[in-house]
């Protein structure tokens, strides 16, 4: 059973930065890409970051140049340092691990284990 665990998530006002933290376990070889992803009320779960095991790196638009994606120890944990946070990225921030050989992807149908997400408040 493959289980993926977030944390680090809280409350920040406007342009502060937040660490979060991915941990799974049940899954021996990191071999598809992960990913973050923000699921924000009437809006869905959207594609924040992606990652592919030998380190390349894709971000939503909308966070380009705040955001970074990281690993250790084979993407366990894997990170998203998210920095000058902005109201309308509150939302509950998961982690993923898609199932499909498909480079550095950001949509969710590509991804099929999940954490259970950590809330982000940004307030201004």
């Known amino acids: 059973v493959v289980q993926l665990v977030e944390s680090g998530g809280g409350s920040v006002q406007a342009g502060g930065s937040l660490r979060l933290s991915c941990k799974f376990s049940g899954y021996r070889y990191w071999l598809y890409p992960m990913g973050w992803f923000r699921q924000s009320p009437g809006k869905g779960r959207e594609g924040v970051a992606s990652i592919a095991n030998n380190g390349d790196t894709r971000y939503a638009d909308s966070v380009k140049g705040r955001f970074t994606v990281s690993k250790d120890n084979n993407a366990n944990p894997l990170y998203l340092q998210m920095n000058s946070l902005k109201t309308e990225e509150t939302g509950m921030y998961f982690c993923?691990?898609?199932?499909?050989?498909?480079?550095?992807?950001?949509?969710?149908?590509?991804?099929?284990?999940w954490g259970q997400g950590t809330q982000v408040t940004v307030s201004s």
């Open positions: 993923a691990i898609a199932t499909r050989l498909v480079p550095l992807p950001l949509e969710s149908s590509r991804f099929g284990y």
